[in-house]
């Protein structure tokens, strides 16, 4: 089993990624020891998250069973990303997905418990769109055509739409020599529920911000193309 370095962007399927290889490699749907302040062991997988109150902040992690750990992209306003400098010998996984819902899924469609103005959540879209290009340009765009052997791209649209496809992939990729038990498989996805859980509609302050989220997620529209993840809104819609 390879160890991997993941790096994601927040709320682009960081745990359910980490709980659907958890169930997998335990060869147990039902295994629920799920804990991101220590190492917890599924059959050979070993998954750490990295920061915060998670189990630990280094970079490789200190426990040394570790085959996987992941972290979520923290940034500065001088540009500096608190993610490890890149190691041409390490085995990336990169995960990300259109950043209107990654930001709206973030701030909890509006109805977190932090109270917040109109103007402030769409301050933080506004911020966080802006760091999001920064960030799939410095990690994720130069690598979608090399098909690097040591990188593997994972879109939170295709794991949520497809994730009879995509699991195989990174199951693969983490241990080339697995022959995928799709029993299994279809048993983990049933246990989790795999399937996208929200629509744009449910930010609480989207029908007098429509149109400025539009804006937005036009002024990406380059790294989207880019990156062949999908737009919520088509290129002629302007209501």
């Known amino acids: 089993m390879k160890t991997i370095t993941v790096i994601t962007f927040p709320r682009s399927g960081q745990h359910l990624l980490i709980w659907i290889l958890q169930k997998y490699f335990s060869k147990n749907p039902e295994f629920n020891e799920h ?14 998250q990295r920061g915060g109150n998670n189990h630990c902040d280094f970079y490789p992690c200190a ?41 709206l899924s973030l701030v909890g469609y509006g109805n ?9 959540y769409l301050e933080i879209i506004i ?11 410095r990690w994720v765009i130069p690598y979608v055509s090399l098909n690097a052997s040591n990188r593997l791209l994972v879109k939170y649209e295709d794991l949520v ?40 509609e449910e930010y609480k302050y989207y029908p007098e911000q429509k149109k400025l989220l539009q804006v937005l997620e036009k002024v990406a529209e380059k790294e989207l193309d880019r990156l062949h993840l999908p737009k919520i809104w088509e290129k002629n819609e302007t209501n």
């Not at 022959?179 to 983990?188: M, N, R, S, T, Y």
Request: glycine fraction near 4%; charge should be negative; aromatic fraction near 14%.
């Open 112 to 120: 977190e418990g932090t109270v917040r103005t109109p103007e402030e």
């Open 161 to 200: 739409n497809n994730p009879k496809n995509t699991i195989p992939k990174v199951i693969k990729y983490i241990e080339p020599n697995e022959e995928i038990d799709f029993e299994l498989l279809d048993k983990v996805i049933a246990n989790l529920d795999i399937c996208p859980k929200h629509g744009i």
């Open 127 to 137: 911020d966080t769109v802006f760091w999001w290009r920064i960030w799939v340009n």
């Open 35 to 48: 804990s991101p302040q220590k190492v917890v062991k599924a059959g050979d997988f070993y998954a750490c």
């Open 63 to 103: 426990d040394l069973r570790t085959t996987y750990q992941a972290q979520h992209l923290v940034y500065s306003f001088d540009g500096r990303f608190d993610t490890p400098i890149e190691n041409k010998s390490a085995n990336y996984l990169l995960q990300y997905r259109n950043p209107i819902y990654s930001v």
